[in-house]
């Protein structure tokens, strides 16, 4: 498997089910138990949401799939998830990189620089200011892809969080 074989595609309905398997895996990884039925519904009611909608709208969020052409078919090996924001000092949108998750079977072929490119080249086309991304601090992987694309880990500003029962 290689770049030239892998096309990244903004998920419409009909992709439902393979965001929702690349879900589950994702959540898995990240030691969430498994919920089919819930992540259904949640995966289903986002898309849903940006489905119709003009690419690039900045009041719905964005799945993206990355699909693998070989001579049995076309297979999702990949989903990414962009949130609308906006930086409200420079007055324009932005967009945040809430997941990305490749599928251990497709790892280190350049799925995920990938996504990380159309990601990119979205931002743009939609006008963004910038495109912020977040990841675990063990996740050694992960950061040195994003700092050999470019990427400079902020230390400017810290993050609080309050968890909601």
């Known amino acids: 498997m290689s770049e030239s074989n892998v096309s990244i595609q903004l998920a419409s309905t009909r992709d439902i089910p393979e965001v929702v398997r690349l879900y589950n895996a994702y959540r898995a990884f990240y ?27 900045f009041s719905v969020a964005q799945y993206f799939l990355a699909w693998t052409a070989s001579g049995a078919g076309r297979k999702a090996v990949g989903f ?19 997941d990305l998750f490749v599928d251990p079977s497709a ?8 996504f990380l490119k159309h990601a990119e080249e979205f931002a743009r086309k939609t006008g ?15 950061q ?8 400079v880990r902020e230390e400017h500003f810290w993050f609080f969080h309050r968890l909601l029962p």
């Open 80 to 98: 990414m998830h962009l949130m609308p924001s906006t930086n409200t000092l420079a007055m324009r949108p932005i967009w945040f990189l809430e």
């Open 31 to 57: 030691g969430e138990a498994p919920d089919e039925a819930r992540a259904f519904i949640f995966i289903r009611d986002r898309i849903a949401l940006s489905s119709g909608q003009p690419a690039g709208q």
């Open 107 to 114: 790892r280190r072929k350049g799925i995920a620089t990938g």
């Open 144 to 151: 040195g892809v994003y700092s050999k694309l470019g990427y």
């Open 128 to 142: 963004a200011e910038r495109l912020t991304l977040a990841t675990a601090h063990d996740n050694l992987a992960a």
